[in-house]
């Protein structure tokens, strides 16, 4: 029996069932959103064109939303500035909520740029 057992465990670990990939972190460039999953598996979508739509090629499928904050702080607003005076357009992540919605409904919300 005792040669049985680990068999057996060995068995139903191969059963189980294998959870769907989930969202790991979202990046936001000007122009791009990625959506990194927990399998390494980044799926990228042009969210200017497109503010709010659907992966459908990302693993189960994912919905976004890119809200961008029209109204930054002044700390924002003149560093931007700088930025873009010395010719760094891009350089800084958009200020905006995403919220992407995985394939059973529920909701992630993930803010740009990160919190650290």
Same mark, same amino acid.
């Given at each position: @029996?005792?040669?049985?057992?680990?068999? $057996?465990?060995?068995?139903?670990?191969?059963?189980?069932?294998?959870? +769907?990939?989930?969202?790991? *972190?979202?990046?936001?460039?000007?122009? *791009?959103?990625?959506?990194?999953?927990?399998?390494?598996?980044?799926?990228?979508?042009?969210?200017?064109?497109?503010? =709010?739509? *659907? @992966? +459908?090629?990302?693993? &189960?499928?994912?919905?976004? =939303?890119?809200?961008?904050?029209?109204?930054?702080?002044?700390?924002?607003?003149?560093?931007?500035?700088?930025?873009? =005076?010395?010719?760094?357009?891009?350089?800084?992540?958009?200020? =905006?909520? $995403?919220?992407?919605?995985?394939?059973?409904?529920?909701?992630?919300?993930?803010?740009? &740029? &990160?919190?650290?």
């Amino acid at each position: @029996m005792r040669k049985v057992l680990p068999f $057996v465990v060995a068995l139903a670990a191969c059963a189980a069932p294998v959870a +769907e990939p989930g969202v790991q *972190r979202v990046r936001l460039t000007d122009t *791009r959103l990625t959506l990194v999953l927990t399998d390494g598996t980044r799926c990228s979508v042009d969210w200017r064109a497109a503010p =709010a739509g *659907r @992966m +459908e090629n990302c693993g &189960p499928g994912y919905g976004y =939303a890119v809200t961008v904050e029209d109204n930054p702080n002044i700390l924002r607003q003149l560093v931007e500035g700088v930025v873009l =005076a010395l010719g760094g357009e891009g350089v800084l992540a958009p200020m =905006a909520e $995403v919220v992407v919605t995985g394939p059973g409904g529920t909701d992630q919300v993930f803010v740009s &740029p &990160p919190e650290r």
